[in-house]
């Protein structure tokens, strides 16, 4: 299936920083790149989603680019603020155009 | 709007007993899906359905069977459960592509002794 490399697997950084966590993947047919937010006990969340035809993103303090040509997509966090603090997921539509293959995730803290 | 729902919440269960999972939305969505999630692993597919009479295999079918009700539910079963089940599952649904944004279900936290 598509493979997906999520990096880094935990990041920590001082409140009012910015966050930038990475995804690589395989199939260059992918065409739906989203983010999830996972905080303790929750269920995942959609943060932020881009689609094949788009570079960059945003929404407010978060924001998601993508290269197709590299095969990657990063979700960046400005003004980072203690309640970012969770677990982010990135994913990509598998080749059914269905399901998604999510990575392995990253542990966020961010420290007041 | 409850979005999508699961029962049970919780489960304990001894190795070789069965069990369905229950998922159900009311977004009028087409399709629904089965995760689980394992510490350090992310989420993994166990089955899909794209539509209403519907279901295909995702990464780890293994062990697992599923029925799409109707177009709301869709349900999980585990035949025979087995220890390496134990996991929290996720059900999740979408309008199907090209919006395919997924929502997910509050989860079931299964423990198989």
């Known amino acids: 299936g598509e493979n997906v490399e999520q990096h880094p697997s935990t990041l920590s950084v001082q409140e009012g920083d910015s966050a930038v966590i990475k995804c690589t993947y395989s199939?260059?047919?992918?065409?739906?790149f989203p983010w999830y937010k996972q905080e303790l006990g929750k269920r995942p969340q959609l943060i932020i989603d881009i689609r094949s035809n788009v570079g960059e993103k945003k929404d407010q303090r978060i924001a998601v680019t993508l290269n197709k040509t590299a095969k990657h997509f990063s979700l960046h966090i400005t003004e980072t603020q203690p309640e970012d603090s969770a677990v982010y997921f990135c994913?990509?539509?598998?080749?059914?155009?269905?399901?998604?293959?999510f990575g392995k995730g990253t542990s966020l803290l961010v420290t007041p | 709007n409850a979005g999508v729902t699961q029962t049970p919440k919780f489960q304990v269960l001894k190795t070789g007993q069965s069990m369905t999972l229950q998922c159900a939305q009311d977004m009028n969505h087409n399709s629904m899906y089965w995760y689980r999630q394992d510490p350090g692993m992310g989420l993994r597919l166990i089955y899909y359905s794209a539509s209403e009479g519907t279901t295909d295999k995702g990464e780890v079918p293994n062990g697992y069977n599923v029925s799409r009700l109707n177009k709301r539910e869709f349900s999980l079963r585990l035949e025979s459960a087995a220890p390496s089940q134990t996991s929290v599952y996720f059900c999740?649904?979408?309008?199907?592509?090209?919006?395919?944004?997924?929502?997910f279900g509050p989860g079931t936290r299964l423990t198989v002794l």
């Open positions: 999740a649904s979408s309008a199907g592509p090209p919006y395919n944004e997924q929502f």
């Open positions: 994913a990509v539509t598998l080749s059914s155009g269905y399901a998604l293959n």
């Open positions: 199939d260059s047919a992918s065409n739906y």
